[in-house]
């Protein structure tokens, strides 16, 4: 078969990827502006991450802690460039770069257990809605951490952050992170609501009857109902008691955490420290 033989050449382009991924990190480190060498370097790295990852998803599927990572990676990589289109001094890119390298080997490592071939039609929307919420809040914690760099420079000045340095003078400003990070944090927050009422009122239809019943209650569900409550309560103390600054860092930190847990930490401990999958 076509995709059986496109399967051979997965860690060709995997390599491929994680080496072009690293040339652009190198290209890209220490400076301000986005050279076309170090765009094109990125863009072909996320063209062969985006193969690589269509080819995990056939003949047969497989999914895990180690695609889902790889996935959240390639989202908040797509994040970035739309978003660097209004703000192209964000000073992201060697960061993603390297981390797109670590999670496309990190897939190919630990590539996950085949999908059930009677898993509901449902399940694929399942599984994109909650890596798109793991994209968003990923982008989230980049922005926030960049509020603490910030953050850092106003409090201490230039000599913590010299004027030819990446996180120098042409930072974005605090406030314009801001705004940044709690849109990211909003719109995952909603795609995460979706996702959660989505598996809770199908999940008979998307796992199995028994396998539904349960997932009602099980581990992941736990975690992202409490991630869920994070973030809930982060946007409603933004809105209400004005909270901001490392107040709501923290809290982007713990929600995003707890959400890592919900999916990527158990099939962790299931592929890597018990060896189900």
């Not at 809040?137 to 760099?149: E, I, N, Q, S």
């Not at 569900?221 to 004005?242: D, E, K, N, Q």
């Not at 999916?263 to 018990?274: P, R």
């Amino acid at each position: 078969m076509i995709v059986a033989s496109a399967q051979s050449y997965v860690p060709i382009l995997t390599f491929a990827s994680a080496a072009a991924y690293l040339a652009a990190a190198a290209v890209c480190h220490g400076r301000t502006q986005l050279s076309r060498r170090g765009a094109l370097l990125l863009a072909v790295a996320a063209l062969l991450h985006a193969v690589v990852i269509g080819l995990g998803l056939t003949s047969p599927p497989r999914f895990g802690f180690g695609p889902a990572l790889s996935m959240t990676a390639w989202l908040a990589l797509l994040a970035y460039a739309i978003e660097s289109i209004n703000y192209p001094l964000l000073q992201l890119r060697w960061r993603l770069a390297l981390t797109g390298a670590a999670t496309v080997l990190l897939a190919w490592l630990f590539p996950g257990s085949p999908l059930k071939a009677q898993s509901s039609d449902l399940l694929p929307l399942h599984l994109a809605l909650g890596l798109a919420s793991y994209g968003l809040f990923a982008v989230a914690v980049w922005h926030a951490w960049l509020m603490t760099r910030a953050e850092a420079r106003m409090r201490e000045g230039p000599k913590l952050l010299p004027e030819n340095t990446e996180e120098g003078s042409r930072m974005l400003p605090l406030l314009t992170l801001e705004r940044l990070t709690f849109r990211f944090v909003t719109l995952g927050f909603v795609v995460l609501t979706i996702t959660i009422l989505q598996g809770w009122f199908f999940s008979e239809q998307l796992f199995g009857t028994l396998s539904g019943r349960a997932s009602a209650w099980s581990h992941k569900t736990i975690f992202s109902l409490l991630s869920w409550a994070v973030f809930a309560a982060l946007l409603w103390a933004r809105h209400s008691l004005g909270w901001r600054g490392q107040r709501a860092v923290r809290m982007v930190y713990a929600g995003a955490a707890l959400l890592l847990l919900s999916y990527v930490g158990y099939h962790f401990v299931l592929e890597v420290v018990l060896r189900r999958a």
